[in-house]
Each structure stands twice: as structure tokens, then as C-alpha cells.
């Protein structure tokens, strides 16, 4: 027992702590430390947190962010914002009876070559029509495109996260039927650039997938 103690201690004595720092466009925070041995081992690691965290703002307790460690300087790690949610007790406190929820979800190539999935979720004020659930996914769908061929994707990050795009979103959409919330409530690095990738080599590529365009499908 005593040797299997003493194993344990060497192994934490042997690992160095590094600071996780969010990227410029979410503050440059540190929101997390990491235990390793090897600091090649850093690159590539996922950290979780809140977007509470950042903004100490109690609204945004429900978002969660995970940021893709992609760089390592001394005892530094940057990193980029792999995906973010609503939290699911969240989006179930969204839920209303006799309302519809509208779920459109879309694939955007940023200018600089990131691809991202965008997951935009809308709940109306009582029931409506079919074709009024169409045509504001086709606003959704027409905001994401217009915001991806506009934006890079620390830019279009930082919309997404923090409203601007769910809010675009809604002012628009709202003249098709009375809406209550419209947000992006999830998002999800599925590629990057292969700039980026030189830059990080030990970076996997986030998801393999076919490169689409922007597109409305159906809902998860």
C-alpha cells in the first residue's frame, strides 16, 4: 500500500503546471490549469468552462464554452474556441406549451477558412404555420451565410457566443411571426485552415467531414 502511495506522489511530482488562456477574442483569460508531464501533450487537450467565467455576467451561467488548446509558450497555452451550448437545463426551461420551437442548423466557411457548424434555435408566441417555420429558417439561414462570408472566425465566434447573430437573427425573423428567443445554442469547430494546422501540427483535425455549403437541414 505504502509503495503504491509513493508511486503516485512521484508521478504528480513529476508534472508541471500550465495556464489556459482563453483566445483575444473571448479577453485572453486564464480559466483553467493543467497537471502534465510532457508539454507536448498539452496540444490538442479540450477545457471547459462558462461563459460566466469570462463575462461574470450571471445571465451567461447557462453557456458553456470549450476552448481546443492549439499553442504552448513556457507555461502558457493558447487556445481557440473548439464549441459552445446552451446548457440542456436551459434549453428546457425555454420549452413552452403552445409554442413552436424552430430548429435550423448550418454549415459556414469563415473568410478565413474555418469551418463551423451553427445550431440556431427560435420559440414563436403561441403556434404558427408551416410555412412561417420555413421562412424563418430561411432567415437563419440567409444570417449565417451573410455573417460567414463577411466575418473571420474569431469574429464569428464572438457573435454567435454572445448574441449579436441570435439577435440579427430575431429582429428580422420577428416581421414572419411574434417570436419570444432566438439564439445560436450550439456551435462546433468542424475544420481549420491549413495554415492553422501547420501552426499546430499535433492538432487532429477537429472532424472529418465533406466540406458543404451553407445550407438549411433538418433539425437534430
Not at 146 to 166: D, F, R
Not at 200 to 212: G, S, T, Y
Amino acid at each position: 500500500m505504502s509503495k503504491a502511495t509513493k508511486k503516485v506522489r512521484d508521478k504528480w511530482r513529476a508534472k508541471e503546471w500550465y495556464s489556459v488562456f482563453t483566445p483575444s477574442y473571448f479577453g485572453e483569460m486564464s480559466v483553467a490549469s493543467i497537471p502534465v508531464e510532457d508539454p507536448k501533450k498539452l496540444i490538442g487537450r479540450v477545457v471547459e468552462t462558462t461563459l460566466y467565467e469570462i463575462t461574470n455576467d450571471f445571465a451567461h451561467q447557462s453557456t458553456k464554452l470549450y476552448f481546443l488548446v492549439v499553442a504552448n509558450t513556457g507555461d502558457r497555452c493558447d487556445t481557440i474556441l473548439k464549441s459552445h451550448e446552451y446548457s440542456t437545463d436551459y434549453l428546457r426551461s425555454l420549452v413552452r406549451r403552445g409554442s413552436t420551437r424552430m430548429d435550423g442548423i448550418f454549415t459556414a466557411s469563415t473568410i478565413d477558412k474555418y469551418l463551423t457548424r451553427v445550431y440556431i434555435v427560435a420559440f414563436s408566441h403561441g403556434r404558427i404555420k408551416g410555412s412561417q417555420e420555413h421562412a424563418v429558417r430561411q432567415v437563419m439561414g440567409k444570417i449565417v451565410a451573410q455573417k460567414a462570408s463577411q466575418l473571420t472566425y474569431s469574429q464569428i465566434c464572438h457573435e454567435m457566443v454572445l448574441g449579436k447573430m441570435g439577435s440579427d437573427v430575431y429582429n428580422e425573423a420577428k416581421k414572419v411571426c411574434p417570436l419570444r428567443h432566438v439564439g445560436v445554442r450550439k456551435s462546433k469547430l468542424l475544420s481549420m485552415p491549413l495554415e492553422a494546422m501547420q501552426k499546430a501540427p499535433e492538432v487532429k483535425p477537429v472532424e472529418e467531414e465533406i466540406v458543404a455549403p451553407i445550407a438549411e437541414t433538418p433539425a437534430e
